[in-house]
């Protein structure tokens, strides 16, 4: 069955350094995610993703984050200066269509730890 | 916000016995409910799905029922077995939305 890839699986990183997180949803979905869980916390969701643009977005997601499709095949989410409390589990998820209508396949997620 | 709610952290649940998990609303907008499963070191994985036009929807041992009026969502799992033992995320969302609202999870443990 095809899958929403995710890499890396971890990423360790000073604050105030960028890291791009990446993802390659499942080739023929439309729609594209990211959702982000603290320990011990719930799922929370940043970013929606359809036809090359940001079609909805959290309170989370400030400045700070941007995504992008730079092909046909990845999806990347961007933290240009990350902070302590941006350490978290990322997880990136793709459907065919939007969630009413489909539902939404997520990827093993980026454990990001912030020093 | 906490416009999902699971109140219950954990739950387990002797195999081939009924395993039962609660999810409360908020928002009388949303319309549109979804349970996912969730393994350690893995994303959520879909389970089953309700509109808010339905009371009930049925996938095999799987059931989510839910009633409106209490703002009040169920996942039903009979019989219950040991693989099915994970985290279990209630989540909700609006029609014209593209996002999803999860709730902080339940474990469920099966005991064999």
């Known amino acids: 069955e095809p899958e929403v890839t995710q890499t890396p699986s971890h990423q360790v990183t000073q604050m105030g350094q960028e890291v791009i997180l990446r993802c390659v949803p499942i080739s023929n979905h439309l729609y594209f995610y990211w959702y982000r869980q603290i320990l011990g916390q719930k799922v929370e969701f940043l970013v929606s993703?359809?036809?090359?643009?940001?079609?909805?977005k959290s309170e989370i997601f400030d400045d700070q984050f941007s995504v992008e499709r730079p092909d046909g095949s990845n999806f990347t989410l961007k933290i240009r200066s990350t902070k302590l409390e941006d350490s978290a589990m990322y997880f990136c998820?793709?459907?065919?269509?939007?969630?009413?209508?489909?539902?939404?396949?997520f990827g093993n997620g980026t454990r990001l730890t912030v020093t | 916000d906490q416009q999902v709610k699971q109140n219950s952290p954990s739950l387990s649940v002797q195999e081939g016995r009924i395993s039962i998990l609660n999810c409360d609303y908020t928002?009388?907008?949303?319309?549109?409910f979804l349970w996912y499963k969730k393994y350690p070191a893995e994303g959520p994985t879909f389970l089953i799905s309700?509109?808010?036009?339905?009371d009930k929807n049925e996938d095999g041992r799987f059931t989510v029922f839910l009633n409106k009026s209490a703002k009040h969502l169920s996942l039903h799992i009979v019989p219950s077995q040991p693989g099915d033992s994970a985290v279990y995320f209630c989540a909700a969302s609006e029609t014209g939305a593209n996002n999803l609202f999860f709730g902080t999870g339940t474990r469920l443990t099966v005991i064999p």
């Open positions: 993703f359809y036809n090359n643009e940001i079609s909805e």
């Open positions: 928002n009388s907008m949303f319309d549109y």
């Open positions: 998820a793709s459907s065919i269509q939007g969630i009413i209508d489909s539902p939404l396949h």
């Open positions: 309700i509109s808010s036009i339905k």
